[in-house]
């Protein structure tokens, strides 16, 4: 069931992102994605997910296929047999410790329902998509960059030397990023 009417639904302020990297921060016991804003004066934004989350969404990046159709894979095939695509994903709040996703689907006659998603899969949808749908994170979630997160006072690049195996490293793995302290909840 649709969660809003697309009329009702701001945009408004909302910031275009990439996704960066999606990988494994040893010891923790689950993966993450991280967005890094178009707007480089942002920081970029991370999202908890499960290991096998980040198995699925690295096989999307590298544009392969399991043996039998992942579950996006199955839902990117039944929305296209019906003329359906993802027109965007906006990541719009987070509430006790998760990410609230709204998946934007339209259809081939230009209505477009929201629905209520899970970040890790609404990301999914977004980048199966024949273009890439946009990835759209509230300006409440990315914040300005401080002279901090621009560079350890070391001189090291935030990021390095960390105990990190990244899944797929898909450009600027070493961009700095803001945690919620309650972000080791999982979706």
């Known amino acids: 069931m649709p969660v809003l009417n697309p009329d009702s639904f ?33 920081v970029a ?31 990117q095939d039944i929305l296209a047999s019906y003329g ?13 410790g998760n990410v609230h996703a709204i998946l934007a689907l339209s259809s081939q006659d230009g209505r477009t329902r929201l629905f209520s998603a899970r970040p890790s899969d609404a990301i999914m949808l977004a980048l199966l998509q024949p273009v890439p749908a946009p990835i759209l994170v509230s300006p409440a979630l990315v914040g300005e960059r401080s002279e901090v997160e621009a560079g350890d ?11 990190a195996l990244d899944a797929t490293p898909l450009s600027d793995a070493s961009a700095p990023t803001r945690r919620d302290s309650r972000d080791q909840d999982q979706e």
């Open 10 to 42: 701001n945009l408004a302020g909302f910031v275009p992102c990439r996704m960066v990297r999606v990988g494994v921060d040893l010891p923790e016991p689950f993966a993450r994605i991280t967005l890094l804003p178009d707007d480089t004066s942002l």
């Open 45 to 75: 934004f991370e999202i908890p997910i499960s290991i096998e989350q980040a198995r699925q969404l690295s096989l999307i990046v590298a544009k392969e296929r399991a043996p039998r159709p992942m579950t996006t894979e199955l839902m």
């Open 153 to 163: 006072a070391d001189g090291t690049a935030p990021g390095e030397g960390r105990d």
């Open 84 to 96: 359906m695509g993802v027109s965007y994903v906006a990541l719009e709040s987070v509430i006790d």
